[in-house]
């Protein structure tokens, strides 16, 4: 009997439709498949096997009461998947990766999670990741730390690490993940899958426990361009519960393909190829490059000059903003508290011993930012550069339609390679840092593996709003590599 974990979106959608399976064997293969490697892996920090079956049975009543004359039947019913652990789903565990949350329980579901429920998903549990979304290896999360399906001395990149992780191990067909500065696009370059990070306002962010309010963004990670599309479809759109979500019409992310990229022009940013760059990681992105060229586009360099002031911008006002968010993470209204011997000591004492020490680094830094004295100095300047940066955009957008780069100047980190250098971690999200400042949309996928058998991804830009395009480029080139079919022995 074939492994249906091993199966894409389209065939799980298209087998339980014309009754070769059900939603309950898909989504019992599945935790079966976590059961067998979350000890490993450590991809979950909730897993729901009793709700995900119950959900799974009332799918497949449905399906069979269509089949008796029903009318309606949501798009995606009794597909199973996971989601981040900063994003509420009502009666499970929402922990952000932190002790300070530790026992909460979601009271309501986040607008892009109740979309996906009310397309028919079946949500098996939730994902580890950093604390509060804040790092790029999964290595900051208060429960543990997830391993890379591909080398488990490797991390999985982060913040979104155990989505990537339990996408990459084929323990279910797609994630959802969050991306404030990379936390998408990185982990799914790492773990070999691909992953969407959306224009600022084109998903709601109401349920989504904030990090950074302008740079937050909630994506998908899955196996292809096609599959996280399928998912994605219904995710995005306007919502009244969030007012910074955009009211313009959500086209179809799954149209029929061109046969190739005749007429597409591809930008090429001379910014994005840097000393010290992985040798491995260049050759393969290049070769990707190439190939979208041989399939018709047309590609130039071009200039994005204000690429280098990405990491003191975004580390100015991601961390002014949720310096302002973790505000409310007091020890009063949420999670567990600290005994002491006024207001101010339970204060102290709860934030201090359960915030870890990144997101107090950030805390920190935000707050000093902020201050009386230097607000203008650092946090209003590094305002005026993010809208330079945005217009390095808009310009190069005159000229091309899609940007390719790098996702990373490295492959997976080993554990603990940059624990003692904060600075050193902050460069890796160098090249994702941009997309996140000026509000375009970005589509990682892998491209290939450096000489360690470690993959290597790439990432497509476009105009705000135009993941459209992106989407069908990455799936015309996806259609003629198998890059994104290959899979770990972790997951095999």
Same mark, same amino acid.
């Given at each position: 009997m074939r492994d249906l974990c091993l199966l894409s979106v389209g065939e799980?959608?298209?087998g339980m439709a014309a009754g070769e399976f059900t939603s309950q064997d898909l989504t019992q293969a599945c935790l079966a498949r976590m059961a067998a490697l979350e000890p490993q892996i450590h991809a979950f920090l909730f897993i729901d096997a009793d709700g995900a079956v119950n959900a799974a049975r009332a799918a497949d009543a449905r399906r069979a009461a269509w089949r008796m004359g029903d009318d309606s039947l949501p798009p995606l019913l009794g597909l199973p998947i996971a989601v981040k652990d900063v994003l509420m789903v009502q009666g499970m565990p929402c922990t952000c990766g932190s002790k300070i949350l530790e026992g909460f329980i979601a009271p309501y579901t986040a607008t892009p999670v109740q979309r996906l429920l009310d397309a028919g998903v079946v949500i098996v549990g939730k994902t580890n990741t950093d604390e509060f979304a804040m790092g790029s290896s999964t290595e900051n999360s208060a429960y543990g730390p997830t391993r890379n399906p591909w080398n488990t001395a490797h991390v999985p990149g982060g913040s979104s690490g155990g989505s990537a992780a339990a996408v990459a191990a084929r323990? +279910?067909?797609a994630a959802l993940g969050t991306d404030?500065?990379?936390?998408?696009?990185?982990?799914a370059s790492f773990c070999g899958v691909s992953g969407i990070k959306p224009s600022y306002g084109r998903v709601s962010r109401y349920g989504l426990v904030a990090y950074g309010s302008s740079l937050d963004? +909630?994506?998908?990670l899955a196996r292809s361009a096609e599959d996280a599309a399928l998912v994605f479809q219904h995710m995005a759109g306007q919502d009244a519960m969030d007012a910074t979500s955009s009211d313009l019409q959500v086209p179809s992310y799954t149209a029929s393909l061109p046969q190739n990229l005749s007429g597409l022009r591809i930008g090429v940013p001379k910014e994005y190829f840097i000393d010290g760059m992985q040798p491995a990681v260049e050759q393969r992105v290049r070769e990707a490059i190439a190939q979208m060229e041989a399939l018709g586009a047309q590609v130039a360099e071009i200039s994005l000059p204000y690429t280098s002031y990405a990491v003191p911008v975004y580390y100015l006002i991601a961390p002014a903003e949720a310096s302002a968010n973790l505000a409310r993470f007091d020890g009063i209204r949420y999670g567990p508290r600290e005994t002491g011997e006024n207001l101010l000591d339970v204060y102290h004492h709860t934030r201090g011993g359960c915030f870890g020490s990144e997101v107090k680094r950030r805390i920190m830094l935000g707050t000093y930012a902020?201050?009386?004295?230097?607000?203008?100095a650092y946090y209003g300047q590094a305002q005026k550069v993010r809208t330079l940066m945005k217009r390095d955009y808009d310009?190069?957008?005159e000229i091309v339609d899609v940007i390719a780069a790098p996702v990373a100047p490295t492959t997976a980190l080993r554990f603990g390679q940059h624990t003692d250098d904060p600075l050193a971690m902050y460069l890796e999200d160098v090249f994702t840092l941009p997309a996140n400042l000026a509000g375009v949309p970005g589509l990682a996928f892998p491209v290939g593996f450096d000489t360690a058998g470690l993959p290597v991804g790439m990432q497509l830009m476009a105009k705000p709003f135009n993941e459209a395009l992106l989407f069908q480029t990455a799936r015309v080139f996806q259609a003629q590599t198998d890059w994104h079919r290959r899979m770990p022995e972790q997951g095999g």
């Open positions: 799980m959608l298209g323990m +279910v067909p404030t500065g990379g936390s998408v696009r990185q982990p963004s +909630v994506g998908v902020l201050s009386a004295g230097y607000y203008d310009k190069a957008f």
